[in-house]
């Protein structure tokens, strides 16, 4: 019986794969969106509205699309997504003004939002409860993937020589919507048709938002993730900016983040030993706390080699949030809700990712281009925090035997034992 309810592994692969080209197109795009801007007389408040218009559009879609997605499939979002990222892509190649280039990042964002919230979705139903950190984990993998390679080429193709870097942003631009139409080459048989049925019973059922978000575990996850993920956009999105101030040049700066992305892969290869040797809330906590000062020592005039090294680490430590805060959210959230309780926090990091940009292009525009990076690392610092206070409150992962007793053959076992 539990056998047809259970896909091999293939979809996980196959959607790790679109994963990375859509997350590939959207990392090689949004440093490219900002070389642009700046080819345009953008200043550092402008490169801000224009970062954070990028989570606009996603911050008012989220739950309704999670909504649906509880309801129904979650494969139909993924090519969905995959259009709306090349489309924002290539439009905002071809866009002359900075309002232009906003709106088309605006749509670019929402097609990055449709397309995670249907993969999170699929990872949810479709793995066993003793499985979902280790898929998640694989599952960030792809995006960990897209943010190693995409910095690079945006790097290697943008060029500032001889006034060249609107023509040379934009042509990035263009190749990036290449790069995540390639995503349609893996999006087949993702979906399990047995775990789409066995979601349409609790679908009938509307669980409403305030109760899942004072769901015990759901606003610790939300607000980890929020601060994981406004210190890997402002990373991607000020690096430029800071290595314009300090000589830097786009290829080295796309090294950089590169780095970062591929001590963020390391990380998720070796998260399950780590849980097992630390636990949830003591690696939580310790990867935000580091992380956080960190990234506040980017704003330090450091060496580059040591910039380097920092950004390592701190890519290191920052591959552990979202996973485990998808997983935390998932245990967390009512059976009928998952998938919106995802979008939930889904669209905490949108909403960080608004009001972060704007906040650190404020700083920025006051204080430097180093400035966003002290504001990020105090909010790492304050994830961490909350993960201690959740800790007490919230249980730690399972053991290994745990499922065991779980599996439908134990439970009328487990019955007679109090007869």
Same mark, same amino acid.
């Given at each position: 019986? #539990?056998?047809?309810?259970?896909?091999?592994?293939?979809?996980?692969?196959?959607?790790?794969? $679109?994963?990375?080209?859509? *997350?590939? %197109?959207?990392?090689?795009?949004?440093?490219?969106?900002?070389?642009?801007?700046?080819?345009?007389?953008?200043?550092?408040?402008?490169?801000?509205?224009?970062?954070?218009?990028? +989570?606009?559009?996603?911050?008012?879609?989220?739950?309704?699309?999670?909504?649906?997605?509880?309801?129904?499939?979650?494969?139909?979002?993924?090519?969905?997504?995959?259009?709306?990222?090349?489309?924002?892509?290539?439009?905002?190649?071809?866009?002359?003004?900075?309002?232009?280039?906003? +709106?088309?990042?605006?749509?670019?964002?929402?097609?990055?939002?449709?397309?995670?919230?249907?993969?999170?979705?699929?990872?949810?139903?479709?793995?066993?409860?003793?499985?979902?950190? /280790?898929?998640?984990?694989?599952?960030?993998?792809?995006?960990?993937?897209?943010?190693?390679?995409?910095?690079?080429? $945006?790097?290697?193709?943008?060029?500032?020589?001889?006034?060249?870097?609107?023509?040379?942003? +934009?042509?990035?631009?263009?190749?990036? %919507?290449?790069? $995540?139409?390639?995503?349609?080459?893996?999006?087949?048989?993702?979906?399990?048709?047995?775990? =789409?049925?066995?979601?349409?019973? +609790?679908?009938?059922?509307?669980? @409403?938002?305030?109760?899942?978000?004072?769901?015990?575990?759901?606003?610790?996850?939300?607000?980890?993730?929020?601060?994981?993920?406004?210190?890997?956009?402002?990373? =991607?999105?000020?690096? #430029?900016?800071?290595?314009?101030?300090?000589?830097? @040049?786009?290829?080295?700066?796309?090294?950089?983040?590169?780095?970062? %992305?591929?001590?963020?892969?390391?990380?998720?290869?070796?998260?399950?030993?780590?849980?097992?040797?630390?636990?949830?809330?003591?690696?939580? =906590?310790?990867?935000?706390?580091?992380?956080?000062?960190?990234?506040?020592?980017?704003?330090? #005039?450091?060496?580059?080699?040591?910039?380097?090294?920092?950004?390592?680490?701190?890519?290191?430590?920052?591959?552990?949030?979202?996973?485990?805060?998808?997983?935390?959210?998932?245990?967390?959230?009512?059976?009928?809700? /998952?998938?919106?309780?995802?979008?939930?926090?889904?669209?905490?990091?949108?909403?960080? *990712?608004?009001?972060?940009?704007?906040?650190?292009?404020?700083?920025?525009?006051? $204080?430097?281009?180093?400035?966003?990076?002290?504001?990020?690392?105090?909010?790492?610092?304050?994830?961490?925090?909350?993960?201690?206070?959740?800790?007490?409150?919230? @249980?730690?992962?399972?053991?290994?035997?745990? #499922?065991? @007793?779980?599996?439908?053959?134990?439970?009328?076992?487990?019955? /007679?034992?109090?007869?």
């Amino acid at each position: 019986m #539990p056998t047809p309810s259970r896909p091999g592994r293939g979809w996980l692969l196959r959607l790790v794969i $679109a994963f990375s080209f859509a *997350q590939g %197109a959207v990392s090689m795009a949004r440093p490219a969106v900002s070389y642009r801007a700046l080819s345009l007389g953008a200043d550092e408040r402008a490169i801000g509205v224009i970062a954070g218009a990028y +989570a606009l559009l996603p911050l008012f879609a989220a739950v309704p699309l999670g909504r649906r997605t509880d309801h129904g499939r979650c494969a139909p979002l993924l090519p969905l997504g995959v259009v709306l990222i090349a489309g924002g892509c290539a439009l905002s190649g071809r866009a002359h003004s900075l309002t232009a280039l906003a +709106a088309w990042s605006g749509v670019m964002g929402l097609g990055h939002l449709c397309f995670v919230i249907g993969a999170q979705s699929l990872v949810a139903r479709q793995s066993a409860p003793a499985e979902q950190d /280790r898929n998640f984990g694989h599952f960030t993998i792809g995006a960990s993937l897209g943010q190693l390679v995409g910095p690079i080429a $945006a790097g290697y193709l943008v060029s500032e020589r001889d006034g060249a870097m609107a023509r040379t942003s +934009a042509l990035a631009l263009l190749v990036s %919507a290449g790069v $995540a139409a390639v995503s349609f080459t893996a999006l087949w048989r993702v979906e399990h048709r047995a775990s =789409t049925g066995s979601a349409r019973p +609790a679908s009938r059922q509307k669980v @409403p938002v305030g109760r899942i978000l004072r769901t015990r575990g759901v606003p610790a996850g939300i607000f980890i993730s929020l601060a994981v993920l406004s210190a890997t956009d402002i990373l =991607t999105a000020y690096l #430029p900016v800071l290595g314009e101030q300090r000589g830097i @040049p786009p290829a080295t700066v796309g090294l950089l983040l590169s780095l970062r %992305a591929a001590a963020t892969i390391a990380c998720r290869l070796v998260m399950t030993p780590m849980l097992r040797l630390l636990g949830r809330t003591a690696l939580l =906590t310790t990867t935000c706390l580091l992380g956080g000062l960190l990234c506040a020592g980017i704003a330090l #005039p450091v060496p580059l080699r040591w910039l380097a090294l920092m950004l390592t680490v701190m890519g290191f430590c920052l591959g552990v949030g979202q996973p485990l805060s998808m997983t935390t959210v998932v245990r967390a959230a009512p059976a009928a809700a /998952r998938s919106t309780a995802l979008a939930l926090r889904l669209t905490g990091n949108r909403l960080g *990712q608004v009001a972060t940009p704007a906040s650190a292009g404020l700083v920025a525009g006051v $204080a430097g281009g180093a400035a966003p990076f002290v504001m990020l690392g105090a909010l790492l610092v304050g994830a961490a925090g909350l993960g201690v206070r959740s800790g007490r409150t919230t @249980p730690e992962d399972p053991a290994p035997p745990v #499922p065991v @007793p779980r599996a439908g053959a134990e439970r009328p076992h487990a019955k /007679r034992n109090p007869a």
